[in-house]
C-alpha cells in the first residue's frame, strides 16, 4: 500500500503497526529504531555540524506536517542525541561508532523483522523511515503511559 504525503499520523501509525505486532519485533524496534536515529545524526555530525542540524531541520519539517506534539517531541530527542554525541564521544571516534551502531541496528531491524514474517515498511513508502521513530514514541506512551503526562 502507497501511503499519501498527506495521511495522517494516525494512519501512518496504523499502516506501521501492521508490520509490528511481534512482541519481539516491537521490543527489537523499540531499541534499534532509537540506535539508528542516533546513529544516522552521528554519521552527518562526524562530516559537519551544520549539516547535522540542517538535517534535523528538515526532519521537523515533516513532522511538523504531521502535527506539533510529534515535531516538539522529535525536536526534544533529536536535540538530545546531537549533544549526546557531542558531548560523549570524541570526534576521532564518531564515525566509526555512528556506522557501527548504524550496522547492527540495522541487523537488529531485519532479525526483528523475520521473527515478524513481514516486510519493512520503508521497503513500500521511504517515509516510513520517519514514522518508525514515532511508532516508538506511541509504543512507549502504550507501555508506559506515566511518561505522557
Known amino acids: 500500500m502507497q501511503t499519501s504525503s498527506n495521511a495522517s499520523l494516525n494512519t501512518l501509525l496504523d499502516h506501521y503497526a501492521e508490520s509490528h505486532r511481534n512482541p519481539r519485533n516491537e521490543l527489537i524496534h ?3 529504531v532509537p540506535a ?6 552521528g554519521m552527518i555530525l562526524s562530516a559537519n555540524i551544520g549539516l547535522a542540524l540542517i538535517a534535523v531541520g528538515l526532519s521537523l519539517l515533516y513532522y511538523i506536517r504531521l502535527g506539533w506534539r510529534a515535531a ?5 530527542i533529536l536535540i538530545a542525541m546531537l549533544f549526546a554525541w557531542l558531548m560523549l564521544m570524541p570526534a576521532h571516534h564518531m564515525l566509526a561508532s555512528a556506522i557501527l551502531i548504524f550496522s547492527l541496528a540495522w541487523v537488529g ?11 519493512p515498511s520503508f521497503l513500500q513508502d521511504l517515509q516510513y523511515l520517519l514514522v518508525g521513530p514515532l511508532f516508538v514514541l506511541a509504543v512507549i506512551k502504550r507501555k508506559w503511559p506515566v511518561a505522557t503526562r
Open 109 to 119: 531491524q531485519f532479525v526483528g523483522h523475520a521473527i515478524e514474517g513481514a516486510k
Open 30 to 32: 523499540c531499541i534499534c
Open 36 to 41: 539508528i536515529v542516533f546513529a544516522v545524526l
Open 72 to 76: 516538539f517531541e522529535m525536536a526534544v
